[in-house]
């Protein structure tokens, strides 16, 4: 499965895949507050403000999954209900992992609904371990929210030619 920069053409396709995994996958973990103000508008808001840094799996007009990198964080990783088990997440991960440690990550962090024993599962199979609980601000349009969350994180492969420390 390739995975590739996502474009702005694409954000009505990306943010509709968003909202809706997000909605069938999160909303029962989120409180009833921040479950209203994720709308469809406010996750095209977020792609198109990210989009640099939005990845996709799967063509333009039909996307699978994406994933959105920040910092030293998979800051965002979703992948449409249709397409669990055809190995479009594991693929997500695995490009997502490769371009922070290309960027010079070392230690790659994500966070994780508290409760989403089935996300859990998947970043424990990929290798990612459960570091703790935050406080984690989410992002919405009336400002930062804040959400308690897992944070799993995970030591980055060094690339050849990478100095030795």
Same mark, same amino acid.
Not at 135 to 140: D, F, G, K, P
Not at 143 to 154: M, N
């Given at each position: 499965m390739q995975v590739r920069p996502a474009d702005?053409?694409?954000?009505?396709?990306?943010?509709?895949?968003?909202?809706?995994?997000?909605?069938?996958?999160h909303a029962v973990f989120a409180p009833p507050e921040l479950i209203r103000l994720r709308t469809l508008a406010s996750f095209r808001d977020r792609l198109e403000a990210a989009l640099p840094d939005v990845y996709?799996?799967?063509?333009?007009?039909?996307?699978? &999954?994406?994933?959105?990198l920040r910092g030293e964080e998979l800051y965002q990783l979703f992948?449409?209900?249709?397409?669990?088990?055809s190995g479009v997440a594991a693929a997500?991960?695995?490009?997502?992992?490769?371009?922070?440690?290309?960027? &010079?990550?070392?230690t790659a962090w994500l966070a994780c609904a508290i409760g989403n024993t089935r996300a859990a599962r998947f970043y424990e199979k990929s290798g990612w371990h459960l570091a703790g609980t935050f406080?984690?601000?989410?992002?919405?349009s009336n400002?930062?929210?804040?959400?308690?969350?897992?944070?799993?994180?995970?030591r980055l492969t060094r690339y050849a030619g990478r100095e030795s420390r």
């Open positions: 702005a053409g694409e954000l009505d396709h990306l943010a509709r895949l968003w909202h809706d995994v997000w909605h069938e996958s996709v799996a799967g063509p333009v007009d039909a996307p699978l &999954g994406l994933c959105v992948v449409a209900l249709e397409a669990h088990g997500l991960i695995a490009d997502a992992e490769a371009r922070l440690a290309a960027r &010079g990550v070392e406080v984690m601000l989410s992002e919405t400002g930062p929210f804040p959400v308690d969350q897992w944070r799993y994180e995970k």
